[in-house]
């Protein structure tokens, strides 16, 4: 039977287009989805824009992995495409002796996780670096960094279209059919709604993740798991940034907590922060900037009273509430539930950005097994 296309997308954020890179470098025509008018709305377009070097992930997890591999191969494909980058490095810090057993146990993670470059630094040695940061000690990871997440995705777009593919946006996904001798039936919606046919499907469409899978026909509604909204909001500093690298405390209960970074444009953004809702909500009440500017104080006591502005905010989309152990990355293939040709993501929230070239590299990859 022939298709319309070798293998269909459905989301154009940053895992995405990686997924739909990775099919197009092996010689398959990609079609990749997009409901929204632009490329990268969603998860993409409202995070931190960090490349995580892959300190905190379990040892063996899907996490560990594709972020160490992923922000390895993120370099280089920024660098190839001369997308604008900083490799500022990150201190993970203890601000009080109580915190210094939790920052060991994150070095010895990493280690396991084969981070590079690694350093123990003591209070003095942390300062030497950043003069205003209070430190008991503190971690150096130099393989931390930021980056324009929009011209990455951008970059991603243009290697899709140079290999013959498309990515088409104002283009939801509103279900597929399994077909007798395989792929798949696709009903599109929007202006130019249609059906068309693909030998394979990816889904990776961050907080449409089970709505997605729900539409496909056949899809094991036991095998969808549960999503929870993890909201995280951000204020930006007014006036001049007071560290270079990344500032990162240890991690709270089911995040990486509220650190700050210098962006690309100069200025200081703190957060986020975490708290789970029940509706995509992207507002951010000023209110919230004295609980921020008490939670920096611990390793900024110089931040200026009144100095905290609201930034924006982003969802997350979580496979776990509160109190809950954080699971890992969700790739699911026709071992999980029965179907040929489809790769179903959930769950890829922080670190999939810096993980998203290894996470396309895996599901390309793995489908690249299906007959």
Not at 226 to 238: D, M, N, S, T, W
Request: proline content about 7%; overall charge negative.
């Amino acid at each position: 039977m022939s298709f319309d296309f070798d293998a269909t997308v459905v989301g154009a954020g940053a895992v995405g287009l990686a997924c739909g890179r990775a099919l197009s470098r092996r010689g398959l025509t990609v079609l990749v989805l997009e409901k929204e008018a632009h490329i990268g709305q969603g998860v993409s377009s409202r995070n931190s824009e960090v490349i995580h070097g892959g300190l905190y992930y379990p040892t063996g997890s899907l996490k560990a992995k594709f972020c160490v591999e992923g922000r390895r191969a993120l370099y280089a494909f920024l660098d190839s495409h001369k997308v604008e980058h900083w490799k500022c490095g990150k201190l993970v810090v203890a601000t009080e002796e109580a915190e210094v057993e939790r920052i060991e146990a994150i070095f010895r993670q990493a280690t396991t996780n084969g981070v590079e470059g690694l350093a123990h630094l003591t209070g003095a040695q942390a300062r030497a670096l950043e003069p205003e940061l209070n430190a008991h000690a503190a971690i150096l990871s130099p393989e931390s960094g930021v980056f324009d997440s929009h011209g990455y995705m951008l970059a991603l777009q243009g290697e899709i279209e140079d290999a013959g593919g498309s990515v088409v946006v104002s283009a939801p996904f509103e279900g597929a059919a399994p077909l007798p001798g395989g792929g798949f039936s696709i009903r599109v919606g929007g202006e130019g709604a249609t059906t068309l046919t693909s030998r394979l499907l990816v889904t990776a469409p961050g907080l449409s993740a089970q709505t997605v899978a729900a539409a496909i026909e056949g899809y094991p509604a036991g095998d969808v798991p549960a999503r929870h909204l993890g909201k995280g909001v951000y204020f930006r500093l007014i006036g001049k940034a007071p560290f270079d690298r990344l500032i990162y405390p240890p991690p709270i209960p089911g995040a990486l907590g509220t650190h700050y970074r210098k962006d690309l444009g100069g200025q200081a953004v703190f957060g986020p922060d975490l708290a789970y809702v029940e509706t995509e909500d992207y507002s951010v009440d000023p209110a919230k900037a004295d609980e921020f500017a008490r939670y920096i104080r611990r390793f900024w006591p110089g931040l200026p009273d009144g100095a905290l502005t609201p930034d924006y905010a982003g969802l997350r989309p979580k496979l776990h509430g509160p109190g809950e152990p954080q699971p890992d990355f969700q790739l699911h293939g026709r071992d999980r539930h029965g179907i040929e040709g489809l790769m179903a993501l959930f769950g890829i929230e922080s670190p999939g950005l810096t993980s998203s070239l290894a996470i396309g590299e895996a599901v390309a990859r793995a489908l690249s097994e299906t007959p």
